[in-house]
C-alpha cells in the first residue's frame, strides 16, 4: 500500500456480520505496511484497514477508528513521542504498538506509557494481530465505561452535597404542620440548578418558607442558591425584620454572582402563629397555589422585581387568609412553564390546577407532587426544560 489506502477483510465467526473495524495503520515502510494487510487477509479479519504514513496523519484521523496499529519508528517522531501524541488525543482510539525484533523493550515502555499492547513484527501471525486489536478495543470500552461510571458517581456525591444545602431539613417544631418537598432536574439532568427552600420557626411561634430560583444551571447557580438559602435563615435567626431581609439577601446575590447578568427570584412566606393566615413577599416568582379548602392561585398582581434586577428591594407584603385548613403549594418556574406540547405556551397556574384538580384528594403528599410532575411533563410532551422544586405545607387537612 502506499499513500492513504483503505481496504476491508473479515474473519468468519469473530464479529457479527455486519460489524467491521475502522483501523488505522501508522507506518511508513511499504514491506511493512504489506506484511500488516496480508496477515489480516489471510484471516479475513473483520476490518477496515486505512494506512497513513506520519503522526500527524494519525493524529487527524485517530477520532474515528476504532483502533490504532502504530510504528515507533516514524519520520515525524523520537522515541515515544508518536505514541504520547495519539493518547493526547481526546476521544482518540486504543494503541497497539508494531515493534522490530532490535526494538522489542521499547514495546513494554509503550505499554507502560498507556498502549494497550504491543507486537513484534515477523512473530505474529494474523490471529494474534486481530486478537490484540480486540482486547484493544475491549479493554478501552472497559476504560470508558468504568471511567463514566467513576464520573457519574462523582456527580452523584455533587448533586447530594448540593441538594443537602439547597433541600434542607427545616427547623420548626411544630407537628402539625406538615410539609413536603420534592425535587427534579431538568431536561439537562446534570447537576442541580439553583432552586432552594427552607423553613425555620421564630420564638414568637410564626414560621418564616422561602422558596428561590436562581437563573441559570449548573454548580456556579447551585452554590448561589446554597448561598442564599443559608444567608436567609441566618437573617431570620438573628431576628433580622421581615421587610429588611429580601434586601440583605439581594446584597449576598450581587457580592456571590458570577455575573451581572444573574438573578434570583423568590417567594418568601410568614405564617402566622395561629396558622390561620400569611403574609407574602414576592421577587419576580409565581405566587403559591391553594389546594384546599379551594383549589386557586393566590394573589399575584403584587411581584416585585427579581433580586440582582435593580438596586434596592421593591417587594411589597400582601396578607393572605387561609382558613383552619389548608394545603398550600409553592413552586419554581420549571414546574408553570411546562408546555402544551412542543412550543405551546407556558401551562402557569391556569393550566396546573386542573392537573392537580384530577389528583385530587391524593394518595398522599408524596404521590401528589411525583404525579404532579409527570403529568405534567406528558403535557410538554417530554422532560422539562428547567428544574423543578416543590414545597407542599398542610395545616389541619388529612
Known amino acids: 500500500m502506499s499513500g492513504t489506502e483503505s481496504t476491508a477483510v473479515r474473519v468468519p465467526g469473530t464479529e457479527p456480520a455486519d460489524v467491521v473495524w475502522p483501523i488505522l495503520l501508522v507506518e511508513d515502510d511499504d514491506a511493512d505496511a504489506f506484511l500488516v494487510s496480508e496477515l489480516l487477509d489471510e484471516v479475513a479479519a ?17 477520532e474515528q477508528v476504532a483502533c490504532v496499529l502504530l510504528d515507533l519508528g516514524l519520520p515525524d517522531s523520537e522515541g515515544l513521542s508518536a505514541l504520547r ?24 515502555q509503550a505499554v507502560a506509557a498507556g498502549a494497550q499492547d504491543y507486537l513484534v513484527k515477523g512473530q505474529v501471525d494474523g490471529r494474534d494481530l486481530v486478537r490484540a486489536v480486540r482486547y484493544a478495543i475491549e479493554r478501552k470500552r472497559a476504560d ?7 464520573e457519574s458517581e462523582l456527580r452523584a456525591d455533587e448533586r447530594a452535597r448540593l441538594e443537602r444545602g439547597l433541600l434542607p431539613r427545616p427547623l420548626y417544631d411544630d407537628h402539625r404542620l406538615r410539609h413536603a418537598a420534592r425535587y427534579r432536574p431538568g ?12 423553613m425555620v420557626s421564630t420564638p414568637d411561634g410564626t414560621v418564616h418558607v422561602l422558596l428561590g430560583d436562581v437563573c441559570g444551571h449548573g454548580p456556579d447557580e447551585a452554590a448561589l442558591g446554597v448561598s442564599l438559602r443559608i444567608a436567609w435563615r441566618t437573617l431570620v ?9 429580601l434586601g440583605y439577601l439581594q ?19 410568614s405564617i402566622a402563629p395561629d396558622r390561620g393566615s400569611v403574609r407574602m413577599r414576592l421577587a419576580g416568582h409565581p405566587p403559591p397555589a391553594l389546594l384546599h379548602p379551594r383549589l386557586t392561585a393566590l394573589p399575584g398582581d ?40 412542543p412550543g405551546g405556551e407556558p401551562l402557569g397556574w391556569e393550566g396546573v390546577l ?18 404532579l410532575i409527570d403529568r405534567v411533563e406528558a403535557r410538554n410532551g417530554g422532560p422539562l426544560t428547567d428544574d423543578v422544586a416543590l414545597l407542599l405545607l398542610m395545616w389541619g387537612a388529612d
Request: aromatic share 4%; glycine share 8%; net charge negative.
Open 46 to 62: 473483520p476490518v477496515e484497514l486505512t494506512r497513513v504514513r506520519t503522526v500527524a496523519e494519525a493524529v487527524r484521523r485517530s
Open 85 to 108: 501524541r495519539l493518547l493526547a488525543v481526546e476521544a482518540g482510539a486504543p494503541v497497539v504498538v508494531l515493534t522490530g525484533l532490535v526494538d522489542e523493550y521499547r514495546g513494554a
Open 144 to 150: 470508558t465505561a468504568a471511567q463514566a461510571l467513576r
Open 187 to 198: 431536561r439537562q439532568q446534570s447537576l442541580l440548578g439553583g432552586d432552594f427552600y427552607d
Open 237 to 245: 435567626l438573628a431576628g433580622v425584620a421581615e421587610a429588611d431581609r
Open 251 to 269: 446584597r449576598v446575590l450581587v457580592s456571590e454572582r458570577e455575573h451581572d447578568e444573574i438573578f434570583a427570584t423568590v417567594c418568601a412566606l
Open 302 to 341: 403584587v411581584v416585585g422585581p427579581a433580586l440582582g434586577i435593580l438596586d434596592e428591594d421593591l417587594t411589597e407584603e400582601v396578607r393572605v387568609e387561609l382558613g383552619q385548613r389548608w394545603v398550600l403549594l409553592l413552586a419554581t418556574d420549571g414546574l408553570l412553564e411546562g408546555r402544551e406540547g
Open 354 to 371: 386542573p392537573e392537580i384538580a384530577q389528583l385530587w384528594p391524593p394518595d398522599g403528599p408524596d404521590s401528589l407532587l411525583d404525579s
